[in-house]
């Protein structure tokens, strides 16, 4: 059973960063994303890589996050710059195997003075 472990969410100003990590239990040689929820919403794609590398973003990050991927250490990161309040929600992480799909527990996001 695939497992997918978030890190790196917490509280930051607007205009300040973080980077989040997703560390899973095996290869990461699938398409991976970063999806969030926000309170009393519909979970939304942020960003995914393909398994060749292919990367696309929500229109509301583009220029801001970047989605990128260590294979050798099984972990799939989010880089994101310029944060906005309405960046905050949970931030979960996602594995595609096609015929299955794995999910992480989420770490939270807080954008706020």
């Known amino acids: 059973q695939v497992q997918l472990v978030e890190s790196g969410g917490g509280l930051v100003q607007p205009g300040g960063s973080l980077t989040l990590s997703c560390a899973a239990s095996?290869?990461?040689?699938?398409?991976m994303g970063w999806y969030l929820q926000a309170p009393g919403k519909q979970r939304e794609l942020v960003a995914r890589?393909?398994?060749?590398?292919?990367?696309n973003y929500a229109d509301s990050v583009k220029g801001r996050f970047t989605i990128s991927r260590d294979n050798a250490k099984n972990t799939v990161y989010l880089q994101m710059n310029s944060l906005k309040p309405e960046d905050t929600a949970v931030y979960y992480c996602?594995?595609?195997?096609?015929?299955?799909?794995?999910w992480g527990r989420g770490t939270q996001v807080t954008v706020s003075s």
């Open positions: 996602n594995q595609d195997q096609g015929v299955y799909d794995y």
């Open positions: 095996g290869t990461i040689i699938y398409a």
């Open positions: 890589i393909t398994r060749g590398g292919r990367k």
